[in-house]
């Protein structure tokens, strides 16, 4: 249960800097540590009720992760 406390504390971290943070790059390292913690959860939360199933969820979250963080930096570069 440890485990869950923590990873709360590094996503409400991450929020704050997601929402802080004074440049875009810093915005985008938050999302990325965000769904990193993101899955890191879903995954301890599949071993505690012993369930594979929810595998799937971390690779969904993954895809989509890397797919945004690509459209976000093409984005970025353009604009530049």
Avoid: C, H
């Avoid at 504390?9 to 965000?34: N, Q, T, Y």
């Avoid at 879903?42 to 969820?57: Q, T």
């Amino acid at each position: 249960m440890l485990i869950f406390g923590m990873l709360i504390l590094a996503f409400a971290l991450a929020f704050a800097r997601m929402l802080k943070g004074p440049e875009m790059s810093d915005r985008i390292a938050a999302m990325e540590l965000i769904s990193s913690v993101t899955m890191a959860f879903v995954l301890s939360y599949s071993i505690l009720v012993n369930k594979a199933i929810y595998f799937d969820i971390v690779i969904v979250i993954s895809l989509i992760s890397f797919i945004g963080t690509v459209a976000v930096s093409t984005y970025l570069k353009q604009k530049k």
